[in-house]
């Protein structure tokens, strides 16, 4: 019986180690090792590094890393059985690779080379030149005013002094009891067409502004008031004024050499998304592709009740169907072109023994 069974076993054996790969190739030292199976000391490493550094801080012993090993063989061991059952080949596989290449290969178009950006200083200086008001920027303050039209040498000014005064008590006490109520105050009795209907709101102002529009001693009586609270009556070279400061702006003063590097980075950015975007172009082009309209009209899209579109029905930014890498501004911020990389899966941890 053995003898029969035997040339069977050996025959498998031969027939799986025939069978092509298709996981990721490993080379390295191996710190576990069996059939179908291996981790890399430089895979336990690097899935070890994707952890947080409280999570990372518990696996320093022997037994600890052996706990960490095992979620990692763990992993490999189901992933070897799901590729054994042709899970490789199922469609939702295959098109969450597609993304993760498409994001992979969009991530590393837009890494700078090892030397940093290689935009010509001449080119950054005149783009920071051009662009100053976004590195320079004067205090602000944001303010609202109930106003009562009077300009210098005009009949009414005296009048409405007397007006402008009643009301500053009013106004006082009312915002004393809810700050609300200085909006509400300023659509009553402000005469500032402009700014009337949006509660006062005069928006954010530099003193320069303030002075230009009203006189350098309001522009240094509304700089020197405290947030939050409403000043007596002001008087402008427009009329008399009851102002509330609901906020301000510090001083924006960012020289070239302080953001040379961030500007060779934004701009080399820019360039590479519309060097992309001609690629992609191309591509299309080479590809010759051809949409058939009476196709895609009836395809039924379902939408769940109360769901509101995107806003005017924009695609997701960089030509990327969802899921794919979005785009993202300067230092992170929105509506420039830096793809998001991809996230790392964390490696499976084994619950910590007690």
Not at 111 to 137: C, D, H, M, V, W
Not at 210 to 218: I, Q, S, V
Not at 288 to 309: F, M, S, Y
Request: hydrophobic share 40%.
């Amino acid at each position: 019986m053995v003898r029969r069974i035997l040339p069977l076993v050996l025959a498998a054996a031969a027939l799986v180690a025939c069978q092509p790969q298709r996981g990721p190739r490993k080379s390295g030292a191996a710190v576990a090792r069996g059939d179908g199976v291996v981790v890399t000391a430089e895979e336990f490493k690097a899935r070890l590094k994707e952890q947080s550094p409280i999570i990372r801080s518990r696996f320093t012993t022997l037994e600890r890393k052996k706990e960490f090993l095992d979620g990692l063989v763990r992993f490999e061991v189901l992933a070897a059985e799901a590729e054994r059952q042709g899970l490789l080949d199922d469609p939702e596989i295959q098109v969450a690779v597609r993304k993760l290449m498409v994001q992979k290969l969009v991530q590393r178009y837009f890494q700078e080379p090892a030397g940093g950006s290689t935009i010509p200083e001449n080119e950054l200086r005149e783009y920071y030149e051009k662009n100053k008001a976004e590195y320079f920027r004067p205090a602000r303050v944001r303010l609202a005013a109930v106003t009562f039209l009077a300009p210098p040498g005009t009949p009414q000014r005296k009048t409405k002094s007397g007006a402008a005064r009643t009301a500053a008590a009013e106004i006082k006490a009312q915002v004393a009891k809810n700050p609300l109520a200085f909006a509400q105050l300023a659509q009553k009795y402000s005469e500032d067409e402009a700014t009337r209907a949006v509660g006062g709101d005069l928006g954010f102002k530099s003193r320069e502004d303030l002075e230009k529009a009203y006189g350098a001693p309001f522009a240094a009586e509304v700089f020197a008031q405290k947030d939050g609270t409403v000043s007596g009556v002001v008087e402008s070279s427009q009329g008399y004024h009851i102002v509330r400061v609901a906020g301000r702006q510090d001083e924006l003063n960012r020289p070239f050499e302080q953001v040379k590097d961030q500007l060779g980075a934004r701009l080399s950015r820019e360039r590479k998304q519309k060097n992309l975007e001609a690629w992609v172009k191309e591509l299309k082009e080479k590809a010759r592709i051809r949409v058939d309209d009476g196709a895609l009209e009836k395809i039924t899209v379902e939408v769940e009740a109360g769901t509101q579109p995107p806003m005017g029905g924009m695609a997701p930014m960089g030509g990327m169907p969802p899921g794919m890498p979005g785009l993202r501004g300067p230092m992170g911020q929105p509506g420039g072109p830096m793809a998001t990389p991809p996230q790392p899966v964390p490696a499976p941890v084994a619950p910590a023994k007690p």
